[in-house]
């Protein structure tokens, strides 16, 4: 059985940091791209940054770009996401993706239960 499970969300104030992580069992860990998504209600998943098996390629969505910092650590089967500078706007439900793809066509994936995040005054 393949989980995800991601954790670290909470409330914080505008301009605050927020440390996500992302431990996956069921999976061989160093052979997955993974991914964080966030979600808020009435409007479409956004990709938030992802990262390639071994932690060197990494992409960002362009909402967090910048305020963001992905990472991974194979040897505790557990991907990271770093934000900083939170705004309103970051608020939403967070969630990890692990996945396999052949070109841009995914070929597996496995998703967490989300983590909620919520930036207010």
């Known amino acids: 059985q393949v989980h995800i499970v991601e954790s670290g969300g909470g409330s914080v104030q505008p301009g605050g940091s927020l440390n996500l992580s992302c431990v996956a069992s069921g999976i061989i860990f160093n052979q997955y791209r993974f991914a964080w998504y966030r979600e808020v209600p009435g409007k479409q998943r956004e990709m938030v940054a992802k990262t390639d098996p071994n932690g060197v390629g990494k992409k960002y969505g362009d909402s967090m770009k910048g305020r963001s910092t992905i990472s991974r650590d194979n040897g505790k089967n557990t991907v990271y996401l770093q934000m900083r500078s939170l705004e309103p706007g970051d608020t939403a439900t967070y969630f990890c993706?692990?996945?396999?793809?052949?070109?841009?066509?995914?070929?597996?994936?496995?998703w967490g239960q989300g983590t909620q995040v919520t930036v207010s005054s």
């Open positions: 993706c692990a996945y396999q793809r052949s070109g841009l066509e995914i070929d597996v994936e496995y």
